[in-house]
């Protein structure tokens, strides 16, 4: 291999890794990029008006908020992983009952950037 060959293979390796980089620092945020395609802004109504189901455990609730942090198993209809994250909770109330360590079964939407639990058992 030439220099400059090394060269631009040098400079492709690092434009991939910096754009790696900067989606792994955005986190879910990554997940909410932007599009003109019609198709891909179709897709995000569906996505927004859509029923998720979820499994977890609840870590913290702010219920004057109306706030649940849940470790929630992996979410196949959006392609998540295990992980833990908050959720509005629709009904404030609701998270008032809720206490960590509680096992529970949940549907949600996205509403916005939010996502809400809508149900919980």
Do not use: C
């Not at 891909?40 to 109306?66: F, R, W, Y």
């Not at 609701?94 to 639990?117: C, E, Q």
């Amino acid at each position: 291999m030439n220099r400059s060959s090394i060269t631009l293979v040098s400079m492709a390796v690092s434009v991939v890794a910096s754009g790696l980089a900067v989606a792994q620092s955005t986190g879910m945020g990554s997940m909410d990029m932007k599009s003109t395609d019609p198709n891909d802004q179709a897709m995000k109504q569906q996505t927004t008006s859509a029923s998720h189901k979820g499994a977890g455990i609840v870590k913290s609730v702010n219920a004057a908020d109306g706030i649940v942090t849940l470790a929630h198993e992996p979410v196949k209809s959006l392609n998540w992983p295990a992980m833990t994250m908050s959720f509005k909770v629709r009904d404030k109330p609701l998270a008032g009952k809720l206490k960590p360590g509680d096992k529970v079964d949940f549907t949600f939407i996205r509403s916005g950037n939010d996502y809400v639990i809508t149900g919980i058992k």
